[in-house]
Nanobody, 119 residues
Framework: QVQLVESGGGLVQPGGSLRLSCAAS????????MGWYRRAPGKERELVAT???????NYADSVKGRFTISRDNAKNTVCLQMNSLKPEDTAVYYC?????????????WGQGTQVTVSS
């Protein structure tokens, strides 16, 4: 079984920064991709950023230029640096890992961490 534990959420003023971390219970090199998703109140969960083992990153248009995803393979950790935060970034942020066994994809999720952007 895989455990993903997020940390770093909290309350921040508009224009501020936060850094989210996701610690995996297994080597993140085993996963095809790692990423962050979020769910705002009354909305569906949406992709924020992903990072593949091959080094490809992908960002939602709404966060491009403000958020950066990074991997620390030695620490089995994936981070999301969030700058210039806006009230619309308020959501529960979830860490995601996808394992590919050659036939099927298996997604794993963390428990989520709340990010609130408000003055």
């Amino acid at each position: 079984q895989v455990q993903l534990v997020e940390s770093g959420g909290g309350l921040v003023q508009p224009g501020g920064s936060l850094r989210l971390s996701c610690a995996a219970s297994r080597s993140i090199n085993e996963f095809n991709s790692m990423g962050w998703y979020r769910r705002a109140p009354g909305k569906e969960r949406e992709l924020v950023a992903t990072s593949t083992n091959g080094g490809t990153t992908n960002y939602a248009d709404s966060v491009k230029g403000r958020f950066t995803i990074s991997r620390d393979n030695a620490k089995n950790t994936v981070c999301l640096q969030m700058n210039s935060l806006k009230p619309e970034d308020t959501a529960v942020y979830y860490c995601n890992a996808v394992y590919w066994n050659g036939a099927s994809y298996f997604p794993y999720w963390g428990q989520g961490t709340q990010v609130t952007v408000s003055s």
